[in-house]
């Protein structure tokens, strides 16, 4: 069959116009598909900076990562209205509360105690105000000052003149082993070598001794053994008899090394006397309402909240020294913190009279009692007790 001029014409008319359509219907898919992955990014970015908290730590080592490792555990949800929990590895000890007021992107940190007393001390000019910036969420867990020595340093005495490693320059560390040492009126050789490395230099004789300031057991030291000739330097009045401890135990609290922190280096039935200090959970005081403050007022209740999910066994054991409602002189709560305890006042208080009662049965030859009538004789007992304790704190 021929076709006229004017078919073909018209054919290809139409050919043309299909061709165009489909043209058009292609771009437009294209560009579809170029704008949805650019919003779907803005959205996401968005959505995981909403959600994250970042917290400066120390080294890996340090029981302040292993407590954030495990707020991370039970505090992360991922959804777009949800919590992420980010840990951030600092130096420690003074710089990790100087990030928490300087660093962009640090909404928290773990610090010590004493970290605000010694920042005013060296330039109150700089951080005369800082409890106003940088306010304590929580108490966290003690950390413990511990000496490890060579088997033939028998005591802080022998240390004079020889070789010690006080950690990293401004840890938490040097700061609180510079106090003590100028209270003993001891002079040694310092050094600043990490812990491993200075973990090598003990065991080999070229460190005398090394301190660590953190929440035993110390993971590093966790691995020694009696074999690697060390052992701690106990710090009380019987084998500093010649010294003045009031000064260092005025600042710091009593403490003691166990054999369940370190069954390796101390023998049962023995513990080794110390002294320690009170790691804090801090937060940068943001303006309320702002997106930072918000995040951290979720944070606060979420942690609160859950509280009770730190205390299972796989987690840190320190975490039975959290104490949400202790009150820390020289540092201002943190405003969500002060209104969550006072929102669940009630609650707390039967948590801590539960928490009381279970140290009572502890420290008590008795067993748990089995019948209603023998727990209410055993709680009117542990009333009496806790009177008898009250009047001698």
């Known amino acids: 069959m021929r076709i006229s001029s004017f078919g073909l014409r018209i054919h290809f008319a139409f050919f043309l116009a299909a061709l165009c359509s489909l043209f058009f219907i292609g771009s437009s898919l294209r560009l579809a598909q170029a704008e949805e992955p650019y919003a779907s990014y803005e959205e996401k970015k968005r959505q995981a900076n909403d959600i994250a908290v970042n917290i400066v730590v120390s080294g890996l080592s340090c029981t302040c990562a292993r407590f954030t490792e495990d707020m991370r555990n039970v505090l992360n949800d991922l959804r777009p209205d949800g919590l992420r929990i980010l840990p951030v590895l600092g130096v420690g000890g003074l710089q990790n509360l100087k990030d ?3 660093l962009k992107g640090i909404d928290m940190g773990v610090v010590d105690e004493d970290n605000a007393r010694f920042l005013k001390q060296r330039d109150p000019r700089s951080y005369g105000n800082i409890e106003q910036r940088v306010q304590y969420i929580t108490k966290l867990y003690n950390s413990e000052f511990q000496v490890l020595a060579r088997n033939d340093i028998k005591s802080y005495d022998d240390l004079r003149g020889k070789k010690v490693n006080f950690n990293l320059k401004d840890s938490q560390t040097e700061v609180s082993a510079n106090f003590v040492f100028e209270k003993l009126k001891l002079d040694v050789v310092r050094s600043n070598y990490d812990n491993d490395e200075a973990i090598q230099k003990v065991r080999t004789g070229e460190l005398a001794a090394m301190i660590i300031l ?26 500093l008899a010649g010294h003045d401890l009031k000064p260092i135990f005025d600042y710091y609290l009593p403490a003691e090394l166990t054999p369940e922190m370190y069954p390796n280096l101390i023998p049962q039935g023995t513990t080794v006397p110390t002294v320690a200090n009170r790691a804090l959970l801090v937060a940068y005081s943001w303006p309320e309402n702002s997106p930072r403050y918000k995040k951290l007022v979720k944070f606060v209740r979420e942690f609160f909240g859950k509280i009770d999910q730190f205390h299972d066994p796989a987690r840190h054991p320190k975490w039975k020294e959290v104490s949400l409602s202790a009150e820390i002189p020289g540092w201002t709560r943190f405003k969500p913190a002060t209104d969550w305890l006072a929102e669940h006042r009630t609650v707390m208080a039967q948590q801590a009279q539960q928490q009381d009662f279970n140290a009572f049965i502890a420290n008590s030859d008795k067993s748990a009692p089995r019948t209603q009538a023998d727990r209410d004789a ?16």
């Open 214 to 239: 953190t929440g035993a057991p110390q993971a590093s030291f966790a691995k020694l053994k009696a074999e690697d000739g060390v052992h701690f330097l106990a710090l009380d009045k019987d084998q």
């Open 378 to 393: 055993l709680f009117r007992e542990f009333l009496q007790w806790r009177d008898r304790q009250a009047r001698h704190q």
């Open 100 to 102: 928490v007021l300087f």
